[in-house]
């Protein structure tokens, strides 16, 4: 007779799972910080994942492995009339097994629910460009040299005025054979608020355009943020105030005799003026959020927008 195994087979400890979780956190903190940390976090996760599903399927494939009943030589032939005693049915699927079964793929149903909707949210606008389409402001000839032109149009017509965007928009003159372009953003670099030009505006001369408005100046000194007193010289850098660094501006392109807006980006500083002046550009951060120095550092991890 065998003896009762009283040590069922279990997978012995293994590293991983631990590296799997692991891959995890990396991924989570990969979509905040950076994609190529998230890429390495999955990459993680994936390795340990298989080699943990591997080493788990292994253990129970030698747990369910036919145990092979030794041959045993004893002389002496059992009586014919004793007939041999009756093996219990086999179990085809342990309950133990199904449980474990039901209860990982309940949590996985529940986390998937959990988690897909937040993830969603959270990627999805990375994949939309949202707001990033280029938009006609019309043709150069709108925008006279040397003078400030409010320009307001909207991103997206079907949402409404809730997606008009204004910009100071100045024509340098051209550089080499282009025209050159200033396009400044109106958010203020400490908390968003819109800032104005500092001088008398030409409203007589306004265009309307389909959505888009221009409004010329007359003549400014610089922007001023009517929130907390925040002033900019003509480039958009900061002279005064709370502002943690110059205001935003726009990208352009040339096409057709006409002027297309881009993306926003960020600017720490602005060398020079006009067509030859050295913008300092990062990628858009938040109003308030520093772009370079020792401040850039000290600042909370921004989400990528
Ligand atoms: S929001 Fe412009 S100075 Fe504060």
């Known amino acids: 007779m065998q003896p009762h195994d009283e040590h069922p087979h279990v997978p012995g400890p293994s590293v991983w799972p631990v590296g799997f979780a692991i891959g995890v956190v990396v991924l989570l903190v990969g979509l905040i910080v950076s994609w190529y940390v998230a890429a390495l976090g999955a990459v993680i996760a994936l390795v340990f994942g298989f080699l943990w599903v591997r080493d788990l399927t ?3 494939a030698l747990a369910h492995a036919p145990e ?3 041959e045993v030589a004893t002389g002496t032939a059992p009586p014919a009339d004793e007939a041999p005693p009756a093996e219990p049915p086999a179990e085809r699927y342990p309950r133990s097994k199904f449980l474990e079964a039901s209860t990982l793929g309940l949590g996985v149903v ?24 280029d938009h006609d402001l019309g043709p150069i000839s709108d925008f006279p040299e040397g003078k ?27 550089l080499g054979k282009l025209p050159s372009f200033t396009i400044i953003s109106n958010h203020c670099a400490h908390l968003g608020c819109p800032v104005q030009p500092n001088g ?3 409203n007589k001369n306004t265009k309307q355009l389909a959505d888009v408005t221009l409004i010329p100046t007359v003549s400014i000194a610089g922007f001023g943020c009517p929130c907390h007193g925040g002033q900019y010289d003509t480039e958009g850098n900061r002279t005064a105030g709370p502002p943690v660094r110059a205001l935003d501006r726009y990208a352009f392109s040339i096409r057709n005799g006409r002027l297309f807006v881009g993306k926003p980006f960020s600017v720490s500083h602005v060398d020079g003026t006009g067509s030859t002046a050295k913008i300092h550009k990062w990628t858009l951060a ?18 990528p927008h």
């Open 148 to 174: 400030f032109v409010i320009a307001t149009w909207m991103t997206d017509r079907s949402q409404g005025e809730v997606s008009r965007r204004t910009a100071f928009v100045r024509y340098n003159g051209p």
């Open 200 to 202: 008398p505006l030409d």
């Open 68 to 70: 092979v009943e030794p």
């Open 110 to 133: 529940i986390g998937g629910l959990v988690t897909a909707p937040a993830l969603g949210f959270m990627v999805a606008p990375a994949f939309l460009k949202q707001g990033s389409k």
């Open 286 to 303: 938040f109003p308030g959020e520093h772009v370079n120095g020792l401040e850039s550092w000290l600042y909370p991890i921004q989400p």
């Open 58 to 60: 292994r253990g129970t």
